[in-house]
């Protein structure tokens, strides 16, 4: 039987994080495995006039694809995919795994050469996103291998992922909004600010917010979502932070990443597990050792590490940085063909002052707001 919760996570999707018009090309994109909420998504599409795509990939073959592919392939640009990013009015992307490991046996060298090439299809995204041309979602569909990562199984991780989502409650939708209007008082209070100090047990850095833009992230391009986020000026960065969770890139986990940054740069790096992986990533190309990203994450409804960044950048009570390349609508400039997440705890003995204005305290905002 199938889920009734998909029907509800399809229509907020279609109706709320995305607003389908009548006419509007979306593209639906997936792998196979998450075939039940693409089908549910792509009857709420129809339902509410759009025309949708769908466009299936395959673990196997992704795979099959990267090991055996000679360097001509490996770097051939999708001209179907590139139309795609073009063209589309609206993109929903719905993740979910076979096995979250599949992609651990392949050189971390040619995930990082594929990243490459892609780099041009990312830019487009980037820069149809930040001008506003674009609308896209990214979701997850509960699988066995996902529930299997989380240490749920599938019913259990069910609930997890749908509660997330807020769908367990009697008006989804308002209570999404509820959450944008508090995030939006605590980044209407950031406007004009310039100096954050972020200290506690995992970190002890500055960052300028000069003249950058906070984005109000509430259910609209990620589902589930929670959290408030800029760029960072880019020379501004300084300090060290120790990641709390394992940061994971084409099916690798890498744990217990520390960074030192000067003047913006890394400059230091080292890593307990698979440090070589963190290396490709730093060493990618200009931009992948200055941060894209900081962020602030709100979900207190979720609360444990699962190992799928949708869900574990939003832990409330947590801070999370990416390396490599920013959004455009914050005012970041840097531009790399990487972007990845890394989570810090601020639940304990951690603080964050905004201009020396104490802003956040163990895991919560105390500012008193206009």
């Not at 490599?324 to 705890?345: L, P, R």
């Amino acid at each position: 039987m199938a889920d009734s919760r998909l029907e509800r996570m399809a229509d907020v999707l279609v109706n709320y994080s995305v607003a389908v018009q009548p006419g509007e090309w979306v593209a639906l994109r997936g792998d196979a495995v998450a075939l039940p909420a693409m089908q549910a998504i792509f009857a709420a599409v129809l339902k509410a006039g759009g025309n949708p795509t769908l466009m299936l990939s395959d673990e196997a073959m992704t795979r099959s694809y990267l090991r055996g592919a000679n360097d001509d392939q490996l770097t051939w640009v999708n001209p179907m995919q590139k139309l795609t990013y073009e063209k589309v009015d609206t993109l929903i992307n719905v993740l979910g795994s076979h096995n979250t490991r599949s992609m651990t046996g392949i050189d971390p060298k040619r995930l990082q050469q594929r990243q490459r090439a892609n780099r041009e299809l990312s830019e487009i995204f980037r820069q149809r996103d930040g001008e506003g041309s674009l609308k896209w979602t990214v979701t997850q569909y509960p699988t066995h291998a996902d529930a299997q990562e989380a240490n749920m199984s599938l019913e259990e991780y069910e609930d997890f992922v749908y509660g997330a989502m807020l769908l367990d409650q009697d008006d989804p939708v308002a209570e999404w909004r509820k959450l944008a209007a508090m995030q939006q008082k605590k980044i209407d209070w950031l406007k004009g600010k310039q100096q954050v100090t972020l200290q506690g047990p995992n970190i002890d850095l500055s960052l300028s917010i000069d003249g950058r833009v906070f984005i109000n992230a509430d259910g609209t391009k990620n589902f589930p979502d929670g959290e408030i986020f800029t760029g960072p000026v880019e020379d501004s960065v300084n300090g060290w932070v120790r990641f709390s969770y394992p940061s994971i890139v084409g099916g690798r986990a890498v744990s217990g990443i520390e960074l030192r940054f000067e003047n913006g740069k890394v400059v230091e790096a080292s890593a307990e597990q698979n440090e070589d992986l963190l290396y490709a990533q730093l060493d990618a190309d200009e931009g992948s050792r200055t941060l894209g990203e900081f962020a602030i994450s709100t979900n207190f409804g979720i609360q444990q590490f699962t190992g799928n960044i949708l869900f574990d950048e939003k832990i409330g009570g947590t801070v999370h940085m990416a390396i490599g390349s920013g959004y455009a609508e914050t005012g970041s400039q840097n531009t790399s063909a990487v972007h990845w997440d890394m989570i810090c705890d601020m639940r304990q003995d951690s603080t964050i002052r905004v201009d020396g204005d104490l802003f956040y305290e163990n895991g919560a905002f105390v500012i008193e707001e206009a």
